[in-house]
Nanobody
Framework: QVQLVQSGGGLVQAGGSLRLSCEAS????????MGWFRQAPGKEREFVAA????????YYADSVKGRFIISRDNAKNTLNLQMNSLKPEDTAVYYC?????????????????WGQGTQVTVSS
């Protein structure tokens, strides 16, 4: 079991940057693959990015590739999402999530634990 607490987010202008963080409890953070998802008003929750247990493999949705960077620091039990060149269509509630699966997945049902969510709003 792992508890996830998110921080960061807020309101920025288009073209700006934000950094989201997700801190995990416990001493087995490195056992989990981690991911970021987002949900905009009236839409389904969608995959944003994922990272392997040791951080050596990263995966991105096409919509954010080249703009967002996912990273983790297992010594600090922390997952991060650096968001650059933000667009109004990036506006959503962002969630970090942990998966006990052995392989990468962009489907939310394979993630077992979720953060509380944090709002990101990008203005024109």
């Amino acid at each position: 079991q792992v508890q996830l607490v998110q921080s960061g987010g807020g309101l920025v202008q288009a073209g700006g940057s934000l950094r989201l963080s997700c801190e995990a409890s416990g001493r087995t953070f490195s056992n989990y693959r981690m991911g970021w998802f987002r949900q905009a008003p009236g839409k389904e929750r969608e995959f944003v990015a994922a990272i392997s247990r040791m951080g050596g493999g990263t995966y991105y949705a096409d919509s954010v590739k080249g703009r967002f960077i996912i990273s983790r620091d297992n010594a600090k039990n922390t997952l991060n999402l650096q968001m650059n060149s933000l667009k109004p269509e990036d506006t959503a509630v962002y969630y970090c999530a942990a998966s006990g699966s052995s392989t990468f997945s962009r489907e939310s049902l394979y993630y077992d634990y979720w953060g509380q969510g944090t709002q990101v709003t990008v203005s024109s």
